[in-house]
T-cell receptor, first 111, second 118 residues
């Protein structure tokens, strides 16, 4: 069975800290990995990663994919309280159009 | 910015009743999805819909569930004979093109419909 695992499950940090969130996957016919941020309700898109080793960056957030070791990391530098959310990783396959989500990492940033 | 809209935002229903959750996907999108998230658990795929038919469904999506695109804009999820364990946030989503061909902006989610079965 295809699987997407995220770690840690939850994390509490102070403002200004840097965090690294992990997502590993065991799937067949991997196409892309996506990161989403879920605050109160709907997940909002952060990054899509298809090629290994190419870092995607948006402000204080960055992400990279390792297709050999089958994982991705999401880095957030200089965290702010507004970064508090659940961060979801999802994998999409070549063979279908559904997204497989991990359980998410709950990040809490305290002032 | 285009968005997926869902109604109702919250519904409370008695066990055994039928509910219909409504979604208006982004207007030029072709692919529509329903996902479910039980409180504290992960987002789970239910069904995808393309060209007026189901293209893929998960094990969760059994005969209790059905989807429909009754007109050019709405996409509905019907849950018959609701059970307590159907209580969850139901997300509708849409995307513009077949995910494994060229596409830019991935899947857009609606704000969700909280279903509470009592």
């Amino acid at each position: 069975e295809d699987k997407v695992v995220q770690s840690p499950l939850s994390l509490v940090v102070h403002e200004g800290d840097t965090v690294t969130l992990n997502c590993s996957y065991e799937v067949t016919n991997f196409r892309s990995l996506l990161w989403y941020k879920q605050e109160k309700k709907a997940p909002t898109f952060l990054f899509m990663l298809t090629s290994s080793g190419i870092e995607k960056k948006s402000g204080r957030l960055s992400s990279i994919l390792d297709k050999k070791e089958l994982f991705s990391i999401l880095n957030i530098t200089a965290t702010q309280t507004g970064d508090s959310a659940v961060y979801l990783c999802a994998v999409i396959l070549n063979t279908g159009n559904q997204f497989y989500f991990g359980t998410g990492t709950s990040l809490t940033v305290i002032p | 910015e285009p968005e997926v809209t869902q109604t109702p935002s919250h519904q409370v229903t008695q066990m055994g009743q039928e509910v219909i959750l409504r979604c208006v996907p982004i207007s030029n999108h072709l692919y529509f999805y329903w996902y479910r998230q039980i409180l504290g658990q992960k987002v789970e795929f239910l069904v995808s819909f393309y060209n007026n038919e189901i293209s893929e469904k998960s094990e969760i999506f059994d005969d209790q569930f059905s989807v429909e695109r009754p007109d050019g804009s709405n996409f509905t999820l019907k849950i018959r004979s609701t059970k307590l364990e159907d209580s969850a946030m139901y997300f509708c989503a849409s995307s513009g093109s077949w995910p494994y061909k060229t596409w830019e902006n991935t899947i857009y989610f609606g704000e969700g419909s909280w279903l509470t079965v009592v």
